[in-house]
């Protein structure tokens, strides 16, 4: 079946410094890949999305490249903002509808 | 503004009492879900609807309901047959169009008196 790996948080860091979250499947076919955060208290919002192999998806300074060949989306961004403290989801879906997996979200917290 | 509206925010059951979570669109969205959160764990669907007047059951349905009489309204009721309800409850929407995103609501904090 399908699922989504993620690294495991908190992670901690301070202003300005570079943030990485691991994010692996496991799927048939071929999934769209997200990124959601969730604030404190809130739903998720979509951040970012891939489609298909070697796709880039990019939002508010954040990245993911889809890796078929590692099934990885690794979510990147160069220098992380206090405000950018939130929980964050890796997904995948494999079907038109939305029905996504989640991975169980990494806790980022960004210190001044 | 189109979203979704989830109410209550907080809400509170009595042993052996069902209780109703409302989830409310205006986005003209045909497929809506619930998801379940309990702390650091992702999100596991509970139910899901494509279309007005059916559903379906996701990983962890026992212990729920749902009803899709309108496009706009997907209510999910919490029975007394569930026996660990606590629980962070997102209701989501979709359009059914292949990699589209889906669209949150605020959520609803589920507790045991």
């Known amino acids: 079946g399908n699922s989504v790996t993620q690294m495991e948080g908190p992670v901690t860091l301070s202003e300005e410094a570079f943030l990485t979250i691991n994010c692996t499947y496991t799927a048939t076919g071929y999934p769209s890949l997200f990124w959601y955060v969730q604030y404190p208290g809130e739903g998720l919002q979509l951040l970012l999305k891939?489609?298909?192999?070697?796709d880039k998806g990019s939002n508010k300074g954040f990245e993911a490249t889809y890796r078929k060949e590692t099934t990885s989306f690794h979510l990147e961004k160069g220098s992380v903002q206090v405000s950018d403290s939130a929980v964050y989801f890796c997904a995948l879906d494999t079907d038109s509808w939305g029905k996504l997996q989640f991975g169980a979200g990494t806790q980022v917290v960004v210190t001044p | 503004d189109g979203g979704i509206t989830q109410s209550p925010k907080y809400l509170f059951r009595k042993e052996g009492q069902n209780v109703t979570l409302s989830c409310e669109q205006n986005?003209?969205?045909?497929?809506m879900y619930w998801y379940r959160q309990d702390p650091g764990q992702g999100l596991r669907l509970i139910y899901y609807?494509?279309?007005?007047?059916?559903?379906q059951k996701g990983d962890i349905a026992e212990g729920y309901s749902v009803s899709r009489e309108k496009k706009e309204s997907f209510p999910l009721t919490v029975t007394s047959a569930q026996k660990n309800p606590t629980a962070f409850y997102l209701c989501?929407?979709?359009?059914?169009?292949?990699?589209?995103?889906?669209?949150f609501g605020s959520g609803t904090q589920l507790s045991v008196l």
């Open positions: 609807s494509q279309i007005v007047n059916d559903f």
């Open positions: 891939a489609t298909k192999a070697d």
């Open positions: 989501a929407s979709s359009i059914q169009v292949s990699g589209e995103k889906l669209f």
């Open positions: 986005l003209n969205h045909d497929a």
